[in-house]
T-cell receptor, first 119, second 112 residues
Framework: GAVVSQHPSWVICKSGTSVKIECRSL??????MFWYRQFPKQSLMLMAT?????????EQGVEKDKFLINHASLTLSTLTVTSAHPEDSSFYIC???????????????FGPGTRLTVL | DQQVKQNSPSLSVQEGRISILNCDYT??????FLWYKKYPAEGPTFLIS?????DKNEDGRFTVFLNKSAKHLSLHIVPSQPGDSAVYFC???????????FGKGTRLHILP
């Protein structure tokens, strides 16, 4: 159980285009989903926290108009990188937290990640 | 300012021996700590956690030790196996519902 999927797993796009990445919790409801970004040999950097039905909370330094997050249901969150540029190339990972379960307190289940390459 | 620090970028350990991965934190408000394992091009997978009311938590070959006064925790893997070769992230949060802050990770190589 507790599987999180991401789609696509790999995307190449031209500079200036927008890219949407989907994150789904397959067998559980996630009240909260998180979006991370990882540069080579770097830590996972939290970009934003999204709760179903409300606006995402962005971390300091993350442009909310550039990285649009929608958490329309308890099983789906999307990250849209708008007007992507080469510096946006990175590995984007989402995670989902189980809806109030004592067994997995604060345990986040991660998706497999999406490799974005902007040409 | 990095709140969770893993000062060793890599570690090599002989198969069968003990692997010890270290982590330091600066935020005294952190009261929940986690370790994740990550293979290349995959998302992290949860390994083990510990709350600040404990100083040790064990799960099979994995044991996490917490030293609150030193703001230090460590992950022990014994015996180390080839499949343990991966990047290990230390992470911490304030309370169980707060966001998780990750360290930069330590790449563990298990040598045959």
């Amino acid at each position: 159980g507790a599987v999180v999927s991401q789609h696509p797993s790999w995307v190449i796009c031209k500079s200036g285009t927008s890219v949407k990445i989907e994150c789904r919790s397959l067998d559980f409801q996630a009240t909260t989903m998180f979006w991370y970004r990882q540069f080579p040999k770097q830590s996972l950097m939290l970009m934003a926290t999204s709760n179903e039905g409300s606006k995402a909370t962005y971390e300091q330094g993350v442009e909310k108009d550039k990285f649009l997050i929608n958490h329309a249901s308890l099983t789906l969150s999307t990250l849209t990188v708008t007007s992507a540029h080469p510096e946006d190339s990175s590995f984007y990972i989402c995670s989902a937290r189980l809806r109030s379960s004592g067994l997995y307190d604060n345990e986040q289940f991660f998706g497999p990640g999406t490799r974005l390459t902007v040409l | 300012d990095q709140q969770v620090k893993q000062n060793s970028p890599s570690l090599s350990v002989q198969e069968g021996r003990i692997s010890i991965l270290n982590c330091d934190y600066t935020n005294s408000m952190f009261d929940y700590f986690l370790w994740y394992k990550k293979y290349p091009a995959e998302g992290p997978t949860f390994l083990i956690s510990i709350s600040s009311i404990k100083d040790k938590n064990e799960d099979g070959r994995f044991t996490v030790f917490l030293n609150k006064s030193a703001k230090h925790l460590s992950l022990h893997i014994v015996p180390s196996q080839p499949g343990d070769s991966a990047v290990y992230f230390c992470a911490a949060s304030v309370g169980r519902d707060d966001k998780i802050i990750f360290g930069k990770g330590t790449r563990l190589h298990i040598l045959p």
